[in-house]
């Protein structure tokens, strides 16, 4: 099993410069989109995702499906695993 085009991707919310607004209703603006920025980031890290690479990092309780070529089981098919803070452990 590969990644297909329709598998489940998540993009990450990329915060843009802000236009120029008066000083404190542009800080306001400022650090809602930045509050909405990590909880999107959040989010994605922990949606449950298909991946042939393992995130760079990972944090305890993620969950992926494994799909050829990363294999952390080793079993040569498609599994779910999750991060138990130190290794991929099947679910």
Known sequence: MTIEQNDLRL?????????ALPTSLGRWVEDEFRRLHQAIKELQAAALQATDTPPANPQRGMVRLAVLPWDPTGSGTAVLVWFNGSNWVPV
Do not use: H
């Open 11 to 19: 993009t990450p919310y990329q915060m843009t410069g802000r236009p």
